[in-house]
């Protein structure tokens, strides 16, 4: 092996990398460079691992390497597949009578309506891995191969959220095209009951638009709603998998698939799936199966790039051939955090997915899977990797005893840690934000990286916005006033431009500081200011927003419940929105704020610390210096957070040229999903470059 690299993991991600990884027996995964780039040395060792003559030229080096490019690119996607790769996806599974069987041509079988439905199960692919040859060590590998508060029923059919129909193409697509499988408990708008859900169904689409292949694969619940008949449009497959689950036995799972927006969004079917509630609980709390509903929903991700023949989509054809083997898994939190351990402990082992990678990404650090160790059994997992999942409770827990924790063993296996901002993968290195697991993350702080999410900037677009009074933009501001004026009539308080209207949206619960801003009403009110609470949660903080409101109804609204069309019309017609929460991993009210300029003042922890800049009064444009787009404080406590409120009234009131100037910065910064795809596909590449952490 042959390696220069330069790893700049720690840095920001969105800077420019240059790094480069070669291998005598496989072609290089990426080469982040135009030859121009390339010192003579490098070079040399370049030319020799690519069988180029030594005094190849920076305009030789560049044809060729675009050359390959343009040929590798033309063989992406199915049906347009080589024959040999057609047959590695397959030669390592025996399925007699499948109606996606390959034959030795490379070519799809055809289906057979009435022969039985197609499985596919590790068992099966450990009975014919033996009997496999291992392809030629002369034949060149590829360089990459592609292939609890939640909407009402209502909201959600109106299609608020609902999937445009015509795709968004980005302006920039990527060099290097990679096959993606998002997993994940909720993907919007078929499931959602907080951020992942919008992750789910926006990252991806972004990635889809710059080039890349992407599956989402999540449960197909339903709840006995209307919410499940936006299940309608998805088509069920002729596909079956078997999955063993150790002591659960056997479970065979069925497969739904939409093709939306680039995007192949599959839905893994099983009566776990069909319950009221919401995805995690109901009325009387969480579910007792939920590891075990998960870990399905782990195995079957796993399964769906190898059986399902839906990878002709992204090329324009209908179905085609799975994605293959060589793919990138992104699990999300805890819920498909199995699947690292799956790759390494089941398929690796059996030479499957032995180019595939993966990427846990973290949400939320709270959510564990934590489970006492006799679950370990029904994981599916072999006897020897109980010591990657093996867990021992801080001192400050409640509860002891040997236990597993699946993230934990997720950020293990992993090939690289991600979370939804840049403060938030430190945070959880530390005591204070790791929740016992900043141990088992500095082990791993090299491979750990943190990017902002971004937000549908067509949803959120206060030039376009059926739930506000009047369109408003940065050219022409005077339609904020008016969706100010038309809230303030809404909630009962006096029609004043003058008054300054605060607003807060969120779950009640402790994490995101309520009860600081409850605390906070009767020296708010005080200074003139009407406040507006949106939310639901903890019955405690329900009925003091309640009690709130009787006492100061001149000054305070507690909206005890939660509607789409209301929160738009608060980020609309508010001066300020206030996040007091105590952590926050990324957060994306403040940045629906700063898109409707409606200035967010929020405590410096995790995303908000990365996406707020502090109004700054002496900035000089002419020296490219920014005045700042909020206020952030610290602690999460009533008087900072007034410390901070009092500047920003100060500002409001007597120099309204720079609180507009304020309004304006906010509105056109770059919050788009674009961004975001642009920051993981770098980390995607580092992810692909490198060996697995765990190869079996």
Known sequence: MIECSMDLSRLATGHKIYSLRLARRQQPTAVKFSADQVHWPTRGVLCRARKWPQNSSPTQISASVAAKRSKFRASLYPPICKERDSIRCYAKRSRAGSALDVEKTGKQASPQSDGPSSTA????????????????????EPAVHSSNTRPSDEELLQGKKSLKEEPQQSSHQTDSP???????????????????????????????SRGHRVMVVAPRYMHGTKADKLYDSTQLLDVKAQLDLGECGMQEVRFYHQHKNNVDFVFVDHPVYHRPGNPYADENGAFGDNVFRYTLLSMAACEAPLVLPIGGYRSGQTGGLPYGEKCLFVANDWHAALVPSFLA??????????????????????????????????LGLPSDWWDVLEWKFPDWAAVTGPAINI???AILAADRVMTVSQGYAWEITTSEGGWGLHEVLQSRQDKLNGIVNGIDMSEWDPSNDADTEAAYSIDDLSGKAKCKAALQKELGFDVDPKIPLLGWIGRLDFQKGPDVVLQSVEPMAQRGCQIVMLGSGVP???????????????????WVGFSIPVSHRIMAGCDILLMPS????????????MRYGTIPIAHATGGLRDTIEDYNPFAQADKGESIGTGWTFTPPEVQPMMQALDLALQTYKEHPDSWQKLMCNGMQQDLSWDRSAQQYEQIFQWAMMDPPVRPG
């Not at 990679?178 to 990635?207: C, H, M, N, R």
């Open 582 to 593: 105590r952590f926050e991993p990324c957060g994306l009210n403040q940045l629906f704020a």
């Open 345 to 378: 402990a089941k398929y690796r082992r059996n030479g499957v997915y032995t180019d595939a990678r993966s990427i846990v990404a973290i949400h939320n650090m709270s959510h564990q899977g934590v489970e006492p160790s006799s679950f370990f059994g029904k």
């Open 407 to 409: 993230l934990k063993g």
């Open 178 to 208: 990679l096959d993606i499988v998002f997993v994940s408990s909720e993907v919007a708008p078929w499931s959602k009951t907080g951020g992942l859900g919008d992750v789910a169904g926006s990252l991806p689409i972004a990635l889809a």
């Open 121 to 140: 199960s590790v068992d099966s692919l450990q009975r014919s891995a033996s009997t496999t040859a291992a392809p030629s060590s002369a034949e060149p």
């Open 540 to 558: 405690e903080y329900e009925q003091q927003m309640r009690r709130v409101e009787q006492e100061r109804p001149d000054h305070f609204r507690g």
